[in-house]
C-alpha cells in the first residue's frame, strides 16, 4: 500500500481546517503551518488531531506514518493523565483503510511557533507526504475522518 494514494481514499480534503492546519512548507520530518503550531486542539472526546508524515517505509504490509498528536486519552509518558491535550509524537503503522494498526512512542515531538517537527526517528524509507487532520475510533478502528491539508 503507498500512501500517496490517500488522496484518492479520501477524494480530496475532506474538510476545512484551522489555520494552523494549513501546510505551508514540508520538509522532512517538519512542516510550517499557517498560525500557530498545535494551537487548536481536539473538543470531541476521542478526537485525534495530527501533523503526519507518510514514508515509503512498510512493515507487515502497511504504511509507516510519523505523526504529532493531540487527544484527551492517555496513551503516551509526556500526558500527565485523562483530559491531558499535550502533543506528542508516534510512530504508527496505517493499514489498508488508512487506520492505526499499531504505534510507538519513540519519536519526540517539537512545536514551536508555526513549525511542528518529530525529532528523535530512525526514518526508514523516504517521505512520500504530510497531512493534517483528525482521527477517531470508527468500526474499522482508529481511522481518519477528515483531512485538513496534503
Not at 509526556?78 to 502533543?87: A, K, M, N, P, R
Not at 518529530?118 to 470508527?138: H, K, P, Q, R
Amino acid at each position: 500500500m503507498a500512501i500517496s494514494i490517500m488522496s484518492l481514499a479520501f477524494g480530496q480534503i475532506s474538510a476545512a481546517g484551522p489555520p494552523d492546519f494549513d501546510i505551508i512548507l514540508s520538509s522532512g520530518l517538519s512542516l510550517t503551518v499557517d498560525g500557530t503550531a498545535g494551537a487548536t486542539v481536539p473538543e470531541s472526546s476521542g478526537d485525534i488531531y495530527v501533523y503526519a508524515f507518510a514514508t515509503s517505509a512498510v512493515e507487515n504490509g502497511n504504511t509507516v506514518v510519523y505523526v504529532v498528536a493531540s487527544h484527551d486519552f492517555v496513551d503516551h509518558p509526556e500526558q500527565s493523565g485523562e483530559g491531558d491535550l499535550t502533543w506528542h509524537a508516534h510512530k504508527a503503522v496505517l493499514d489498508s483503510n488508512f487506520c492505526i494498526s499499531s504505534m510507538d512512542n519513540t519519536p519526540t515531538a517539537s512545536l514551536s511557533g508555526n513549525t511542528v517537527a518529530i525529532t528523535d526517528a530512525e526514518l526508514t524509507g523516504t517521505l512520500t507526504m504530510a497531512f493534517t487532520g483528525v482521527f477517531t475510533e470508527t468500526s474499522l478502528g482508529t481511522c481518519p475522518i477528515h483531512i485538513f491539508d496534503m
